[in-house]
């Protein structure tokens, strides 16, 4: 087991803390934003920074992946908890807490019993769906933010998106003016010096804006006065329906989380040549929201934006992390008059900028192009996450998930294996009729035999040999059972019929490449018998089979 900041040495300390600085800048201004994301006090987002980062980088097995409330997880909050109690009352912030800590013992349970393989359930498609429904619904609330437009930021998209369409003509102007200035240094300051800290120093320039033309008291909405101290121990205390009615939400936050960060971490580990462990991971994401839920903040999950610009930076420890956390403990010991007058259209543009990739708009187009039933799927899970909500979302795309896999799992390559003039080599055939030698057919199968294609391993037998000829060509049939790796009752009821058919045809049927694992599981469901022919090979059972025509 690797230490706790492994890698870290003399010669890349300083590196190291510098990328720590780099982290701070980046993180509070987005920590801040996603805090008002989620119906939840500033505080909320920089309390998340402290005591929650500092376990994740003491027990992760990665050395780079950032663990922070993100956006998607922000607005995952506010939807589920919109309904169950009023954003900003002091119900619905001990809501988001026991969320917190319920999400805690999942990641918990997952890592005891090695769950983390549920998360590849969300492929690509359903993850950038879901995510992006989340990014879109964000989005209009921090246009409205941007421009001064109020509107029930817990509200769902359609009443969100109406009421910013019928406020159009509330605009606030120098709101407006600092929302796009904050725009402008943002896209283009990312054009010019990636490695600067752009949303820190839009923030830093607005706020002092704010303060020298005093234009809050012309309408630009500031962040207020943000209570100073560290965050303090406390426990969620609910009732029990409480409790229950918040298992479903944390369900999907600690998917979601467990899909994209132990992926983003494998990805790293792979990349910087490190190892990585997804059940420690699971662990240190567990620990970390326990911690969250009982030091005042929210879900905390993976950033994955925040560890690519670690790596950019350079870094490959958890330092960083640790350099944040003590950073953003300072700052709340003794600078948080700092933040009062920070405005809210600069915090909308920051927000608003660093979730535009989340539409997944590359992906979509993308996917469109590759394969246009995953794009479907895509398409849906973001429809049913911006339409319906973020619970609905998630539980589509699940269905979705087992969908595409059953659709997959039903048409499975089913080859007959035909000698190449040139070198001899068995390969799957290109016309139909094809026989692999003659009288003889070696039919593979490149699945395990269940329900979803049982009878379509069937068909292919039957047609392969009518194809050939029938029984007036064909005397043996070989299945080739290498991929067959299991099998269940459907499955074998579907090959008795094939074994039956082949027996009225007088057609010999054996077996090639049975592995040794399912061996017993096939001779149990009656697929491969004790009286049936098994060769070593498909070259062995074509020549033994030719030789004894």
């Known amino acids: 087991m690797q230490p706790p900041l492994a890698g870290l040495t003399r010669k890349n300390l300083g590196r190291e803390l510098l990328a720590g600085v780099t982290l701070i800048a980046i993180a509070i201004p987005l920590n801040i934003g996603y805090a008002q994301i989620a119906g939840l006090p500033a505080t909320a987002g920089l309390y998340a920074l402290i005591v929650p980062t500092l376990i994740w980088a003491l027990m992760t097995s990665s050395r780079q992946l950032v663990a922070s409330p993100d956006a998607a997880a922000a607005a995952l909050v506010a939807s589920s908890l919109g309904g169950l109690a009023t954003a900003g009352s002091a119900g619905y912030a001990t809501m988001a807490l026991a969320q917190a800590v319920i999400g805690g013992v999942l990641f918990l349970l997952m890592g005891v019993f090695k769950l983390g393989f549920l998360a590849n359930f969300l492929s690509k498609p359903i993850l950038v769906g879901f995510v992006g429904g989340l990014a879109l619904d964000i989005l209009v609330s921090q246009i409205a933010k941007m421009l001064g437009v109020h ?95 918040l298992i479903p939400s ?46 005042g903040t929210f879900t ?28 953003t403990f300072l700052l709340l010991m003794f600078g948080t008059a700092l933040l009062t007058d920070i405005p809210s259209p600069a915090i909308g543009a920051i927000v608003a900028f660093a979730v535009v990739p989340l539409l997944g708009i590359a992906d979509f187009r993308s996917m469109w192009k590759l394969d246009r039933f995953e794009f479907v799927i895509g398409i849906a899970c973001f429809a049913v996450t911006l339409f319906v909500g973020a619970i609905p979302g998630i539980l589509v795309a699940f269905v979705l998930a087992l969908i595409n896999m059953a659709k997959r799992a039903a048409a499975p390559a089913i080859d007959v294996l035909v000698s190449e003039p040139e070198t001899g080599e068995l390969a799957a055939e290109t016309e139909p ?55 269940d009752v459907t499955g074998s009821e579907s090959f008795e019929s094939v074994r039956e058919w082949l027996e009225q045809q007088s057609i010999g049927l054996s077996f090639s490449r049975v592995r040794s694992g399912a061996k017993a599981r096939l001779a149990r469901f009656g697929v491969v018998e004790d009286g049936d022919t098994v060769y070593r090979t498909n070259r062995a059972a074509v020549s033994a089979l030719v030789k004894s025509e």
Do not use: C
């Not at 200035?181 to 800290?197: N, Q, T």
């Open 433 to 487: 009729g094809g026989v692999t030698a003659p009288g003889v057919i070696v039919v593979r199968m490149a699945a395990p035999l269940f329900f979803a294609n049982g009878e379509v391993f069937a068909g292919a037998i039957r047609s392969a040999v009518a194809d050939a000829g029938g029984s007036d060509a064909v005397h043996d049939v070989v299945i080739d059972m290498e991929a067959v790796t299991d099998v």
């Open 250 to 295: 944390a369900i999907a936050l600690t998917m979601v989380t467990t899909a994209e960060g132990l992926l983003v971490s494998r990805s790293y580990g792979e990349k910087r040549h490190y190892p990585t462990n997804a059940n420690r991971d699971l662990f240190a994401f567990g620990f970390a929201n326990l911690a969250a839920g009982a030091s």
């Open 300 to 327: 905390v999950g993976s950033s994955t934006s925040r560890t690519a610009a670690m790596d950019a930076a350079g870094s490959r420890t958890q330092l960083p992390s640790v350099v944040l956390a003590v950073g």
């Open 151 to 245: 509107i029930d930021s817990g509200g769902e998209f359609v009443e969100k998106l109406t009421g910013l369409i019928t406020g159009l003509g509330t605009i606030n102007l120098w709101s407006a003016i600092i929302a796009v200035g904050s725009l402008v240094v943002l896209i283009f300051g990312r054009m010019l010096a990636r490695a600067v800290p752009w949303a820190l120093i839009v923030l830093i320039v607005a706020t002092v804006i704010v303060v020298l033309t005093h234009a809050d008291k012309v309408g630009v909405d500031v962040l207020g006065e943000v209570p100073a101290g560290p965050p303090a121990l406390t426990w969620p205390m609910l009732s029990w329906q409480e409790w229950f009615a």
